[in-house]
């Protein structure tokens, strides 16, 4: 699992770049679906990895992976429908 399990491994000398995006896996027909930030199976994810991050003290990047689109193929709907939320969890990792 990404957190904590991932991060736990990593942490400590092997993280400088962390890329954020939301989705839904369906293993059993190995598909996976990028949703709206906070509507995947990720969301219950991000605050804890935020506060993690911070308790830390990390300091390298951290990017929203603007992939999610409402259906209309309009990309840059999508990531002006997540980034508000990736703002205000991951924002002041990066001050």
């Known amino acids: 699992m990404a957190y904590p399990d991932g991060y736990d491994t ?18 059993p027909r190995a598909t996976l679906t990028v949703k709206k930030m906070g509507e995947g199976q990720l969301a219950p994810l991000f605050a804890p990895l935020a506060d993690a991050l911070r308790r830390d003290s990390y300091d390298g990047v951290i990017s929203f992976e603007s992939v999610y689109h409402p259906g209309n193929g309009n990309f840059e709907d999508g990531f002006r429908q ?3 939320l990736f703002k205000d969890l991951f924002g002041d990792n990066l001050e």
């Open 10 to 27: 990593v942490r400590d000398g092997y993280l400088g770049h962390i890329h954020i995006k939301d989705v839904l896996v369906d293993t």
């Open 82 to 84: 997540s980034i508000g």
